[in-house]
């Protein structure tokens, strides 16, 4: 929280925050963020507690428990929390309805395809009591079977709140996971062995810049006219600079020979993502196809480009 009370008093500001079941189970971190007004979509762990249905709260706190008998509970009637997983297989909120198919994004295998179910949910607070109105999203991977459960503090259907869009949230944190992978395995991002805070502050800044300056060199040279060529991507570009300072104190002829060989290298990797690509991504069509998913005439979430 301490994080998030530093970016808002700089001035950011953020539409949603996005994070793993790690934060999404502490109802404490959740609770803090409703309390500054942020809006969030979390994943949670499939034992996570709410309910589909408002329970009724005493008006009165419940005396203390004796040694005999146990504290009474803050709720009337019997009817307790249960995990978002039981709830999206018995709950006849999710029982009546059917798995809506969303085209979620296009990986470098192909578009991936998962089944939504949603439903208003109020989750578990302090004291076992329910809280706020949340949305609670039950996803599954249509070739894999795998199924991911989210939460958001905000409902479809309140204004520039859709469905689309907190999938778009809920699944948009991979290419954050991209970068830190880029960071560690292209440009040494942990690849320190210091002592203090300040040299590790200094090594990740340095690292970051450097991530910063190969993406903005891949945006301005990606050269999309040619159909046999794939984008480029940071190890190719991290690459070509290795070549670039290697070769600056070499002779004129000796340098244009290395640059090339970089390029002819450069070129060669490129056909070959872009055949792996595009077989990747008949196989996983084949696939859905099979599963009569047409995938074009899907709800999308990918944002369609500015004309």
Known sequence: MALVDRALANGIQVRA????????????????????????????PANFHGWTLKPEVRQKNPKKGTRRHKKPSPLLGRRPSCEVQNLVKYSPVF???SWQRYRIKDSDKGPEVWEIKWSILWRKGPGGRPGRQHCL??????????????????????????VRWLLRVAFGRCSVESCFR?????????????????????HFFVTQLS??????????????????????????VRSAMDTWLDAANL???ARQARYAKEMKKQQYHQ??????????????IKRLRLKRINVERIKSCIPKPRE
């Open 251 to 253: 002779k004129p002829t």
């Open 137 to 162: 999203i039950a996803a599954r991977h249509v070739l894999t079977g795998e199924v991911k459960y989210f939460l958001a503090n905000c409902v479809p259907g309140r204004p520039g709140v859709t």
């Open 271 to 284: 056909r070959r993502n872009k055949q792996a690509r595009r077989s990747h991504t008949k196989t996983r």
């Open 182 to 202: 880029e960071g560690k395995e292209e440009l040494g991002l942990d690849h320190y062995q210091v002592r203090g805070w300040r040299c590790i502050h200094r």
């Open 211 to 236: 991530h910063l300056f190969c993406a903005r060199m891949r945006q301005k040279y990606d050269d999309r006219s040619d159909d046999q060529l794939d984008r480029l991507t940071i190890e190719q």
């Open 95 to 97: 029982v009546g309805q």
């Open 17 to 44: 925050w996005s994070f793993d079941s790690f934060y999404g189970r502490d109802g404490t971190f959740l609770d803090g963020l409703e309390e500054r007004g942020q809006t969030f979509v979390a994943a949670i």
